[in-house]
T-cell receptor, first 113, second 114 residues
Framework: NAGVTQTPKFQVLKTGQSMTLQCAQD?????MYWYRQDPGMGLRLIYY???????DKGEVPNGYNVSRLNKREFSLRLESAAPSQTSVYFC????????????FGQGTRLTVV | AQSVTQLGSHVSVSEGALVLLRCNYS??????LFWYVQYPNQGLQLLLK??????LVKGINGFEAEFKKSETSFHLTKPSAHMSDAAEYFC????????????FGKGTLLTVNP
C-alpha cells in the first residue's frame, strides 16, 4: 500500500535548469496538491487539481507549471530554476469532499545553486 | 478568506509535562479543522480533525483538541509529553469552497526535554 509516492527524493539543480517532480497516488483520490515547505513559512500551496482534467493556481504559483496526467499522477515542472525555489516540495492527495484528510508523500528536497 | 494562526513557533516541555499547542482560525462559516504532525525528514500525517460532530476531538498518540467557537480556537493538547512527541505540528483549515483545499499555519516545533 504505497499511498503517495514522490520522485526524486533529492535533487540539486543549477540556476536556469529545468526539471519535473513526479507524484503518483494509488488511493483513487480525486484531488491532488503540490506544496512547498520553507522554514518559518509552513506549507504553501503551489498548484492543485481538484479533479482529473482541472488544475488551478494556489498561493505561490510563479515559476511553476503542473500537469494532471491522469487520475493517479500529478507532476510539477520548474522551467528555469532559481535559488528562491530551493525548498522541500510535498505532493498530497485527498477525496474531493468536506472533512477529507489529505495524504502526503515523503517530500522532495530541492536545492538550486 | 479562511486562515489559521499558530501562536508560538517553538514550544519546549519536559517529558511528562502537559503539551499545549495553540491554533486560532478565522472563518465566516463553521470550518473543518485539522492537526498534522511532521517527524524529521518525513511527510505530514493526520493527528486529528474537527468535523462538527463533537467539540472535543481525540486523535492518535494521546493527543486531543477542543473546538471553541466563542474563542475561534482549536488548541492541541496532550496530558503527558513523551520524547517521541518531538516533531513539528501544523494546524490547517479546509478552504476553497468545493475544491476543499487545505491552508496551513506556519507550524510549531515541539521539543521534549528529558
Amino acid at each position: 500500500n504505497a499511498g503517495v509516492t514522490q520522485t526524486p527524493k533529492f535533487q540539486v539543480l543549477k540556476t536556469g535548469q529545468s526539471m519535473t517532480l513526479q507524484c503518483a497516488q494509488d488511493m483513487n483520490h480525486n484531488s491532488m496538491y503540490w506544496y512547498r515547505q520553507d522554514p518559518g513559512m509552513g506549507l504553501r500551496l503551489i498548484y492543485y487539481s481538484a479533479s482529473e482534467g482541472t488544475t488551478d493556481k494556489g498561493e505561490v504559483p510563479n515559476g511553476y507549471n503542473v500537469s494532471r496526467l491522469n487520475k493517479r499522477e500529478f507532476s510539477l515542472r520548474l522551467e528555469s530554476a532559481a535559488p528562491s525555489q530551493t525548498s522541500v516540495y510535498f505532493c498530497a492527495s485527498s477525496l474531493r469532499e468536506g472533512r477529507a484528510e489529505a495524504f502526503f508523500g515523503q517530500g522532495t528536497r530541492l536545492t538550486v545553486v | 478568506a479562511q486562515s489559521v494562526t499558530q501562536l508560538g513557533s517553538h514550544v519546549s516541555v519536559s517529558e511528562g509535562a502537559l503539551v499545549l499547542l495553540r491554533c486560532n482560525y478565522s472563518s465566516s462559516v463553521p470550518p473543518y479543522l485539522f492537526w498534522y504532525v511532521q517527524y524529521p525528514n518525513q511527510g505530514l500525517q493526520l493527528l486529528l480533525k474537527y468535523t462538527s460532530a463533537a467539540t472535543l476531538v481525540k486523535g492518535i498518540n494521546g493527543f486531543e483538541a477542543e473546538f471553541k467557537k466563542s474563542e475561534t480556537s482549536f488548541h492541541l493538547t496532550k496530558p503527558s509529553a513523551h520524547m517521541s512527541d518531538a516533531a513539528e505540528y501544523f494546524c490547517a483549515v479546509q478552504t476553497g469552497g468545493s475544491n476543499y483545499k487545505l491552508t496551513f499555519g506556519k507550524g510549531t516545533l515541539l521539543t521534549v526535554n528529558p
